[in-house]
């Protein structure tokens, strides 16, 4: 009977339909859900200019965590952030690339302006100090460890910093809207950059 | 095997001639110094670093080498190939001109941490395969290398392998962040969004 087929695959059918809406916007990367608020990161810029992240209302910010000693990752990381710069073109200006230090002790302002600018003059690079520096890692749930001086403890000998390596990506409204692995590439961001920036 | 006692060589004593076994010692003993001189492998590293190409002698080849100098810090990689399908060897430690000291380290991506983990004992170079030092793994840390400023051009590696001894390499000086990471499988251009 009619009332039986309806009854028996109408609800399969709605809930399909329901899934298909929530599927717009598609982003590439791990979305937040709820979408809220974003924490505020204060610290100073590379060139001794106080920064807040809130102060950048209107533009999406991509805020990444690092450190200048680290031989590896880092400068990889900054330089997918210049090939996303380069495909955005004048859209660059509406999005703000935000790199923290997360070690103060060496990353002084003059060791973050030695590094930072030679990628791109545009990017900020923050030194936090250790207290604001705790209260971010809590706020953005990173996870940020201290390795032994290789040359024995209080020795001023090469240390290096374990960090959360994701991506965070907050839209023009100061939202945490999407996150992405330390591995993504600048070509699985940009659609997602894209998006934020259309809205 | 016979209960025989060890009359192995004939006695050759035929109305008193003694030339035929002396013939047949002599060649045995031949026999049996060529086989002691060419059957053994060269074991001294020592051996190995004083010979005009170690690689070759070694079953290493050393390709791809380059560098990225950063103030404060370096990172190089490299790949490591073992021809040799029966000998392993190890990548001990590291010297270079450009930095005070060379670590081996490797990059690991602990579910969106990223760690640094120490090598203080070298790399195993397996028979027959290849190790690659690359961006997001192992990779060559140099420690306050000099201003990269100062010089251009290679960058000198002393590697010191524990059977190949030592092979000096030349890595190319790249700008920070030029090569893709290891995760990345395509080429891509920054004139190319999405692609």
New interface residues.
Partial sequence: MMSGFVSRYGWAFLGLWLLGCQAAPSFNGQVVEPAAAAPELAGTNWDGAPFKLSELQGKVRIVFFGY??????C??????M??IY???GDRADDVAMVFVSVDPH?DSLE?LA??VP??DRRFFGLRLEFDELDQVSEAFDL?VQY?QP?DGPGTDS?Y?V?????FFLIDREGRLRVTF???A???QM??DI?LLLAR | MSGKGGRIVKKAWIGGRTVASALVATLLLGLVAALTACGVPPTGSQEAAKTADPEAASGLEVHGAWVQLMPGTGGAYLTIVNHDATAGDRLLRVESDVAGAVEIHETRDDGGVLRMIAHPDGVEIPPGETVELRPGGLHLMLIEPKPPGDEAGAVGLRLYFERAGRIDIDAERRSPGQEPASHEHHHHSAEEPGS
Avoid: V
Wanted: with cysteine.
């Fill in positions: 200048t000693y680290c031989p590896d990752i400068p990889f990381t900054l330089a997918k210049k090939q380069a495909a955005l060496r060791k030695s590094y030679s990628f996870t390795g290789k090469f290096y374990d960090h959360t390596g994701t692995p330390p591995n590439t600048a070509e940009l659609p894209e």
